[in-house]
């Protein structure tokens, strides 16, 4: 269960992120109160997850999949460029974060 928590939790890194980028310095309401619960939801699946994984998977984890996700989204959807070695990179991260999962 703490490890689909943990992922999740990842999941909803990406959200923040993204959100982040949309509050425009926190000018706007709607992106700045998705950031807000999104931040909020993510942090506290993490702390529920290092409750039950080593923190320094568990963190790592949680950035990878939380990197991972926020670089497809910039480049699936807000037109960031999408090159092999920049999709080579993120594979090497995917690598690592199912790596930190198969060895804890």
Do not use: Q
Request: hydrophobic share 60%.
């Amino acid at each position: 269960m703490a490890w689909l928590v943990l992922v999740i939790s990842g999941l909803l890194e990406t959200a923040w992120a993204i959100a982040l980028d949309r509050t425009a310095g926190f000018t706007r309401l709607v992106p700045s109160l998705v950031f807000l619960v999104t931040v909020s939801l993510s942090m506290a699946g993490l702390a529920y997850a290092m409750r039950h994984i080593p923190v320094g998977t568990a963190y790592a984890v949680w950035v990878g999949i939380g990197a991972v996700g926020t670089a497809l989204v910039g480049m699936v959807a807000l037109g960031e460029p999408a090159n092999v070695p920049r999709l080579l990179c993120l594979l090497l991260v995917v690598a690592g974060v199912i790596g930190l999962k198969v060895f804890s």
